[in-house]
């Protein structure tokens, strides 16, 4: 079996969160803070040997104390955020073990995940090297300019990234290397940029992430409509075994 690590960037400031007291992966979500949601996806894995939490360093103190028993329960570890994604994720990079085989990286502030969505984008990193989740748009896509339409953009073959994004720990190690102060949106567009192919897992529309207020309602509406994991207080002849 492999072993995979898990990189959970959570050191944005949540400017477009709209709340100045709270960032979004901090807020709690139906009794559980967001990151908590999301972490236990991936540390209740027997293939997942290390998860690490990218904070920012102002906030790393606080984030102790608040969440003592989270971080010693799930086994999690702290590493200080950068000033931009990329950096953070290069700072939890440079703490993985080396028995690592793959690292994951998903955004703190996406905690509507379950296990088998988990599972695929794994399976697909594990033949190709580097996968991520994404949804085909649906919508009709506009390019604007000073609030005005200036292109009726074509969306066949366009997709939304998702994450968690699968790699083989060397193709994000190398395409980190190869980055010279580039700041990609994602880890995918790095490992594009470093000359190796990603594949596309057909992702889930129920795995939003929270950025705005907006976002967070939507959260709390669909929280509740993801099956529970089966313990074996749960096992009945009718669970339902699709998203476990």
């Known amino acids: 079996m492999h072993k995979f690590a898990v990189i959970l960037p959570a050191a944005?400031?949540?400017?477009?969160?709209?709340?100045?007291?709270?960032?979004?992966p901090f807020v709690d979500l139906k009794g559980r803070p967001v990151w908590v949601r999301t972490a236990?996806?991936?540390?209740g894995r027997d293939d997942v040997v290390q998860?690490?939490?990218?904070?920012?360093?102002?906030?790393?103190?606080?984030?102790?104390?608040?969440?003592?028993?989270?971080?010693a329960f799930m086994e999690i570890e702290i590493v200080a955020g950068g000033a931009s994604r990329a950096e953070s994720v290069e700072n939890g990079l440079a703490r993985i073990k080396g028995d690592v085989d793959f690292v994951a990286v998903h955004d703190a502030a996406r905690p509507l995940i379950v296990k088998k969505w988990i599972g695929e984008v794994f399976e697909a990193a594990e033949k190709s090297g580097a996968a991520i989740p994404a949804v085909a748009l649906s919508s009709t896509i506009k390019r604007v300019e000073d609030e005005t339409i200036t292109e009726t953009v074509d969306r066949s073959g366009l997709?939304?990234?998702?994450?968690?994004?699968?790699?083989?720990?060397?193709?994000?190690?190398?395409?980190?290397?190869?980055?010279?102060?580039?700041?990609?949106?994602d880890e995918a567009e790095l490992v594009e940029r470093s000359g190796h192919p990603v594949t596309i897992v057909e992702g889930w529309p129920m795995n939003l992430k929270i950025t705005t207020q907006d976002d967070f309602k939507m959260a709390e509406a669909l929280i509740d409509t993801l099956p529970p994991e089966k313990s074996l207080g749960s096992l009945h002849p009718f669970s339902d075994e699709r998203f476990l």
């Open 40 to 43: 236990e996806a991936f540390t």
């Open 51 to 71: 998860t690490i939490i990218c904070i920012a360093q102002d906030d790393i103190e606080s984030f102790k104390q608040k969440f003592a028993a989270n971080l």
């Open 12 to 24: 944005g400031n949540s400017t477009r969160f709209g709340d100045a007291h709270r960032k979004k």
């Open 159 to 185: 997709y939304a990234a998702q994450t968690p994004q699968v790699f083989a720990k060397q193709v994000l190690v190398d395409a980190y290397a190869k980055r010279d102060g580039y700041e990609a949106t």
